[in-house]
């Protein structure tokens, strides 16, 4: 008798195998039955223990490659022992092996001055994360080393070890340093995109916050500014909190740091909080500029991470690219968990398994499958690489927005672990954004958005070269506003910057898109004509001057500005940009000796400009030869017990040409810069040797001067060292001096008065602004110009002069008057009460020594006592 028992054997739900037993002469037992199914579970545990084995010894073999082959930096270490670093880390550091890497320390990799230190590679055991700061190290090679660092701790096999990964950065921020050195007008600008903005005033007290940060934590906003924030911090990181941005306050390194705040549920949320200061021309912080972001989703994402995985998948977890493994095909095999960086929710790759570039814009998806193909098509050897290239991304989740990331392809079709090309992917959208703001900035003016100076000069040499070559015409039409300085100096330089952006919009609105506008500096701007003749040079120009003419709406005002333009054509006047900017400047100056007309190159222009720089140099030379000299002209008391004056005043004798007037010198000593240095001239003359007492003697103080620190510190030395009685000396400064920069003047001149000199108003009344500011002024002397002088003898004429000398009295000023020239005049002058007169009836400019002489006969003649 024969009888068989058949017994399946399990294995990871499956039936693997069957256990099969026959029996001769007598029938199997119930215990025999036990028996064997007992048999058949041991056999399918070794089974299934057999097929998880091989399982994970494939997962770690692709893990490992992967790892071992990224470009990201990895390093796992305990305290300062190294365990692990992969082959990209080690060539970074400049070593060939993990046990070279073992004999060395922190300490021989530190670069000084960097930001991160051993210590704070310590913290990170601690449970101190590093999330992407920049940091510097110096190889064995003695290279250093940009990197983007991201460390964090993670435990494995019971044990705390700390995980970093470096980003090689360095020839991205030698770009970006090489750029930022090469403009030095770009201004600091925050590149955030926050969900909840703030800014804080250089002490650190908040003084403006979003109204999201009211619908999270329910604080009011009065409850919020100042210090009141750190109320809704948790208890446990309110001093951690408190200390670091203390430490930024003091140290100005920018804010970044993970904290939590209570909602207005009562519950608790992490946020990241950055922030950024702005600094001033002189490099004083001026306001700080932060975001708090919330992240207590990815911060929770974290927490519930589960390190179950070997350390090559620990290490993959953490890296900042996302990795795509694609099969021969190009199908997408493998996608790793952090592809959330480039805005995908990894789910949503298990029901669409197509690869990356699916989701590039069309325009760039040929491009970007031409290099997967390259790879594909294994005429690359093992190992090699494609890339990396800057792509757009649409995502599913938001399709309207762009991501940018960065990719690189390696062929590991022959790897047996990968048998794909492994596709890396790091988001670059910030650094993407940054540097096309900067090439933005670096060709554009900031104010007006029109091309620059440096963009205009690229642009227009190759425009005019290749109208030279196709033997076309051109024109420069070059261009600066009449009226502007007198808008800067009484409504101010923001109303300045508002006119200058209006009348850019006009001068677009007359040119071709073919034509090229810039604005070169200040009120200068140029047009550039390509395939233009005279005659359409002429049309633009007069286009433009009727475009001018309308009224600008400034400041509550209308307010009219006209320009002057000249005009160079190419080849008549130049085959080059530089000679059609010369001869397009020089049409300009002979435009502007009428205002609000446009002039076209023509010769003898070249020649008067030559003139006006050869008198700018013989005046430079008059200075360094003591051609200069002064005269003094008296002024006269006309009230019992007044000390006299005179006026210094500067006078030039040319070697060749003679007496050169003031009104020739002094405008060129403005333009080109030159006044300082006469005033300074000057004053050391009247320092050294001051007119006999009782004299005071007034010195002219030019707008540049006033507005000058450095001039201003000089005087303080020279005044202080010579030991002069100072209330003896009187400074007289123009209302456009002051209005140019009133606060700035009005410093400056208290700082004077501080010292005991005296501020005269010179040419007062003929400004239109200097009533409303005129009792904000600290101005001791009023010199009323000779216009109002010459009006005595109308009944309006005196009237007019009459309140402008009781406003001064009511100010507790002293006052002049300029320009007297008869003794009608002088007489209604003392009869008005007027304090001083000046004008060629008291008295002409004479030699020092006159002064005395003329100030007799002027008493004799007016018998005055």
């Known amino acids: 008798m024969t009888s068989m028992v058949a017994v399946p054997i399990h294995a990871r739900n499956q039936i693997r195998a069957v256990l099969c037993?026959?029996?001769?002469?007598?029938?199997?037992?119930?215990?025999?039955?036990?028996?064997?199914?007992?048999?058949?579970?041991?056999?399918?545990?070794?089974?299934?223990?057999?097929?998880?084995?091989?399982?994970?010894?494939?997962?770690?073999?692709?893990?490992?490659?992967?790892?071992?082959?990224?470009?990201?930096?990895?390093?796992?270490?305990?305290?300062?022992?190294?365990?692990?670093?992969?082959?990209?880390?080690?060539?970074?550091l400049g070593l060939h092996s993990l046990e070279e890497l073992q004999r060395r320390s922190?300490?021989?990799?530190?670069?000084?001055?960097?930001?991160?230190?051993?210590?704070?590679?310590?913290?990170?055991?601690?449970?101190?994360?590093?999330?992407?700061?920049?940091?510097?190290?110096?190889?064995?090679?003695?290279?250093?080393?940009?990197?983007?660092?991201?460390?964090?701790?993670?435990e494995l096999d019971g044990q705390v070890l700390g995980l970093v990964t470096w980003q090689d950065i360095t020839q991205r921020k030698r770009a970006e340093r090489a750029l930022l050195e090469s403009e030095a007008h770009y201004r600091y600008r925050v590149e955030l995109s926050p969900q909840i903005p703030w800014t804080a005033d250089p002490t650190g007290n908040i003084t403006d916050l979003s109204q999201r940060w009211t619908q999270l934590t329910g604080m009011s906003p009065a409850e919020t500014l100042g210090q009141g924030w750190a109320a809704a911090l948790h208890p446990d990181d309110r001093a951690r909190v408190l200390a670091a941005w203390a430490q930024s306050l003091h140290s100005g390194e920018p804010f970044c740091l993970e904290m939590r705040f209570r909602t207005a549920a009562g519950d608790y949320r992490w946020m990241l909080s950055r922030a950024y200061p702005r600094r001033d021309d002189s490099g004083q912080i001026v306001r700080w500029y932060g975001t708090t972001e919330d992240i207590h989703d990815r911060k929770e994402a974290e927490a519930a991470l589960q390190r179950s995985e070997?350390?090559?998948?620990?290490?993959?977890?953490?890296?900042?690219?996302?990795?795509?493994?694609?099969?021969?095909?190009?199908?997408?095999?493998?996608?790793?968990?952090?592809?959330?960086?480039?805005?995908?929710?990894?789910?949503?790759?298990k029901t669409h398994p197509v690869n990356i570039f699916s989701y590039v814009p069309l325009?760039?998806?040929?491009?970007?499958?031409?290099?997967?193909?390259?790879?594909?098509?294994?005429?690359?050897?093992?190992?090699?690489?494609?890339?990396?290239?800057?792509?757009?991304?649409?995502?599913?989740?938001?399709?309207?927005?762009?991501?940018?990331?960065?990719?690189?392809?390696?062929?590991?079709?022959?790897?047996?672990?990968i048998a794909g090309v492994v596709l890396r992917a790091r988001d670059v959208t910030e650094q993407h954004h940054y540097q096309a703001t900067i090439q933005h900035l670096a060709y554009h003016d900031e104010l007006t958005g029109l091309s620059n100076r440096r963009r205009f000069n690229e642009q227009a040499e190759a425009m005019i070269h290749r109208a030279a070559q196709e033997g076309q015409p051109c024109a420069l039409v070059y261009l600066d506003l009449d009226q502007f300085k007198e808008v800067n100096d009484s409504l101010g330089h923001p109303v300045g910057d508002e006119l200058l952006v209006q009348v850019a919009q006009r001068l677009r609105d007359c040119v071709r898109a073919s034509d090229l506008l810039a604005r070169l500096g200040g009120d200068e701007m140029a047009i550039l004509l390509p395939g233009a003749d005279e005659r359409r040079a002429k049309t633009v120009a007069a286009r433009v001057q009727a475009a001018l003419s309308e009224p600008f709406h400034l400041a509550g005002l209308q307010v009219v500005v006209t320009a002057s333009l000249g005009i160079a054509l190419a080849p008549q006047h130049g085959n080059t940009l530089e000679a059609l900017l010369r001869a397009a400047d020089q049409a300009l100056y002979a435009a502007k000796e009428g205002r609000n007309r446009w002039s076209v190159y023509r010769s003898g222009l070249e020649q008067a400009s030559r003139s006006r720089l050869e008198r700018v140099q013989d005046l430079r030379q008059a200075l360094r030869e003591n051609q200069l000299s002064l005269v003094y002209q008296p002024i006269l008391p006309l009230r019992p017990g007044f000390p006299p004056k005179a006026e210094a005043l500067l006078r030039w004798t040319h070697p060749t040409r003679g007496p050169i007037p003031p009104s020739e010198f002094i405008p060129l000593a403005e333009a080109y810069g030159l006044a300082p240095t006469l005033d300074t001239w000057v004053l050391k003359q009247v320092l050294r040797k001051m007119p006999p007492e009782p004299f005071e003697v007034c010195v002219n103080l030019s707008t540049l001067s006033l507005q000058d620190a450095h001039f201003m510190k000089w005087l303080t030395r020279a005044v202080q060292g010579e030991r002069r009685d100072p209330t003896r000396l009187h400074l007289e400064v123009t209302e456009t001096a002051l209005l140019r920069d009133l606060e700035t003047a009005r410093r400056h001149l208290e700082a004077v008065q501080r010292l005991g000199v005296r501020v005269a108003l010179d040419d007062f009344g003929v400004g239109q602004t200097t009533l409303a500011y005129l009792n904000r002024l600290p101005v001791d002397l009023l010199k009323v110009d000779r216009s109002f002088v010459g009006g005595i003898g109308s009944a309006a004429g005196e009237a007019l002069l009459a309140g402008i000398l009781s406003l001064a009295k009511g100010l507790g000023m002293i006052t002049v008057a300029e320009g007297v020239e008869t003794a009608e005049q002088l007489a209604w002058l003392r009869r008005s009460s007027c304090d001083y007169a000046q004008g060629y009836f008291v008295g002409k400019p004479g030699e020092l020594g006159q002064l005395q002489a003329s100030l007799a006969k002027a008493r004799l003649t007016t018998h005055l006592p």
Do not use: C
């Open 363 to 417: 325009e760039y998806r040929t491009g970007a499958e031409r290099l997967l193909n390259e790879v594909l098509s294994a005429s690359q050897p093992l190992g090699a690489t494609v890339g990396p290239v800057v792509l757009p991304l649409h995502t599913p989740n938001v399709p309207a927005e762009w991501m940018w990331f960065e990719v690189l392809l390696e062929n590991r079709l022959a790897d047996p672990d």
């Open 21 to 92: 037993v026959e029996a001769q002469g007598e029938a199997l037992s119930e215990g025999d039955a036990r028996l064997l199914e007992a048999v058949a579970l041991q056999v399918g545990g070794a089974v299934e223990r057999g097929l998880l084995a091989a399982s994970l010894l494939e997962g770690e073999r692709l893990y490992r490659t992967l790892v071992e082959t990224m470009p990201a930096a990895l390093i796992l270490y305990d305290g300062e022992k190294y365990v692990y670093a992969n082959p990209r880390a080690l060539q970074t």
């Open 106 to 154: 922190f300490r021989d990799f530190s670069q000084s001055g960097a930001p991160l230190d051993a210590g704070r590679y310590r913290r990170v055991l601690q449970g101190e994360p590093i999330e992407r700061v920049e940091d510097q190290l110096k190889n064995l090679r003695g290279e250093v080393v940009d990197l983007e660092v991201s460390a964090h701790p993670v």
């Open 310 to 349: 070997s350390l090559h998948r620990t290490l993959m977890r953490y890296s900042r690219e996302v990795v795509e493994i694609l099969d021969p095909q190009g199908n997408l095999r493998y996608v790793s968990p952090n592809v959330a960086l480039l805005g995908f929710d990894p789910e949503y790759w």
